[in-house]
């Protein structure tokens, strides 16, 4: 025969530990961060994406009640650092603070990777700076079809300097080729830095440079802006969008491929395991570009501040990654 009170007694005893265990569950997952945060920077101190990171650092932390801690860890083109990251753990405590495009696409197809962009959960690309083709002002060339008929005319003489695996040499390639040039029709010297090949330029010891147009406008009084690699043109440019200079010189358009992108990722298995920490981060970070004091902030540092959300970022640097293969292949 059952005993009804041991039945009752273990029923409620059931739901004591039921009742205990359900706040303290509830409380793990609200308490994230438990821990100090690291934001790991793939590139070097005191570029772009350093100072952006750790001008996010500061702000975050303040909402988010746990400290957080810039790194660098360079080398690799950002692949050192990328993989520094990959190796840490997915458990909220590490999140790749850099230039999330085009290095981290680059890193993948460049090197022997170990992770894919299928391990990284984007969550805003915050700073998106797009590449400026720009000649030396001394040089004659008022347009950029003016430059290539010039290339044309004399095969391999024209100097232009861009960063290897930047965008910047990409954009390069794609407009040789709406011109029906190619690669070996004018000199490409290439730089380790967007800082010397702009001292190249502005110097005249190159004619022309394909890099980012924020970091560009240092020696804007020593260049002639002829176009820009984007969907829209720029008040700081007096220059069209390189598809409108295609256009009105009879050329066909070309992608429009993304320059750097300076921002934030989370491992892909922390936005899984915890969605609900992982969109803490997003609102966090939302909410920081939202804050006007903040953004007058950034902007005093030349720092920028657009929101594109973790869906926006992740459509960009997966569209943009099947141009980039495309180009790395046929090198």
């Given at each position: 025969m059952?005993?009804?009170?041991?039945v009752i007694a273990t029923a409620m005893l059931g739901f004591s530990l039921a009742a205990a265990i359900t706040p303290l569950t509830a409380a793990a997952q609200e308490s994230w961060p438990t821990q100090k945060i690291t934001f790991v920077v793939a590139l070097g101190p005191g570029g772009s994406a350093d100072r952006t990171a750790r001008a996010l650092a500061q702000r975050l932390q303040e909402d988010l009640g746990a400290p957080i801690s810039v790194i660098n860890q360079n080398g690799g083109g950002g692949h050192v650092g990328h993989t520094y990251f990959h190796n840490m753990p997915?458990?909220?405590?590490?999140?790749?603070?850099?230039?999330?495009?085009?290095?981290?696409s680059n890193a993948i197809l460049g090197f022997d990777a170990t992770?894919?962009?299928?391990?990284?959960?984007?969550?805003?690309?915050?700073?998106?700076?797009?590449?400026?083709?720009?000649?030396?002002?001394?040089?004659?060339?008022?347009?950029?079809?003016?430059f290539m008929a010039a290339a044309k005319e004399n095969p391999g003489t024209?100097?232009?300097?861009?960063?290897?695996?930047?965008?910047?040499?990409?954009?390069?390639?794609?407009?040789?080729?709406?011109?029906?040039?190619?690669?070996?029709?004018?000199?490409?010297?290439?730089?380790?830095?967007?800082?010397?090949?702009?001292?190249?330029?502005?110097?005249?010891?190159?004619d022309m440079t394909v890099l980012a147009a924020d970091g560009t406008l240092s020696i804007q009084e020593?260049?002639?802006?002829?176009?820009?690699?984007?969907?829209?043109?720029?008040?700081?440019?007096?220059?069209?969008?390189?598809?409108?200079?295609?256009?009105?010189?009879?050329?066909?358009?070309?992608?429009?491929?993304?320059?750097?992108m300076r921002g934030l990722a989370a491992h892909a298995?922390?936005?899984?395991?915890?969605?609900?920490?992982?969109?803490?981060?997003?609102?966090?970070?939302?909410?920081?570009l939202q804050d006007e004091a903040f953004v007058s902030r950034l902007e005093a540092q030349d720092i920028g501040a657009e929101w594109l959300g973790p869906e926006r970022t992740t459509e960009v640097i997966e569209s943009n990654f099947e141009i980039l293969k495309q180009y790395t292949s046929e090198e």
């Open positions: 059952i005993d009804k009170k041991n997915a458990d909220g405590s590490y999140f790749l603070a850099s230039s999330i495009h085009p290095y981290v992770y894919d962009l299928s391990d990284f959960a984007f969550i805003n690309g915050q700073w998106n700076d797009y590449d400026l083709f720009a000649v030396n002002a001394d040089t004659p060339y008022e347009t950029l079809a003016d024209l100097r232009v300097s861009v960063v290897p695996g930047s965008t910047g040499a990409i954009n390069l390639e794609l407009a040789l080729e709406a011109f029906g040039l190619d690669k070996t029709d004018v000199n490409i010297v290439t730089y380790q830095s967007g800082g010397a090949a702009r001292t190249a330029v502005a110097g005249g010891q190159v020593y260049i002639r802006p002829l176009a820009l690699a984007a969907d829209t043109a720029s008040d700081d440019w007096d220059a069209p969008t390189l598809n409108a200079a295609l256009e009105e010189s009879g050329h066909e358009p070309v992608p429009v491929l993304a320059g750097s298995a922390f936005k899984e395991s915890n969605p609900e920490a992982f969109q803490q981060m997003v609102d966090a970070y939302h909410n920081a």
